[in-house]
């Protein structure tokens, strides 16, 4: 119960700072990924990177070894 109310919180929190900021709410799932991606990278920002043409014409997986 006590962790429900936390997280109620907490989005609740975000979610009028993009109010208060944007003053409207977009994709607001997208800005919990990033925010929950960011706290847990110890708050640097993940950078991604597009593979190369012939990675992907190989039919080499980018995933491979994450999946």
Do not use: D
């Amino acid at each position: 119960m006590r962790l429900t109310l936390v997280w109620r919180a907490f989005l609740t929190q975000i979610y009028h700072e993009v109010l208060q900021r944007e003053e409207k709410v977009g994709n607001f799932t997208s800005l919990l990924r990033v925010a929950c991606t960011t706290h847990l990278n110890q708050g640097k920002r993940l950078t991604l990177t597009n593979p190369s043409l012939k990675q992907a014409e190989s039919g080499n997986s980018i995933a491979k070894g994450y999946l």
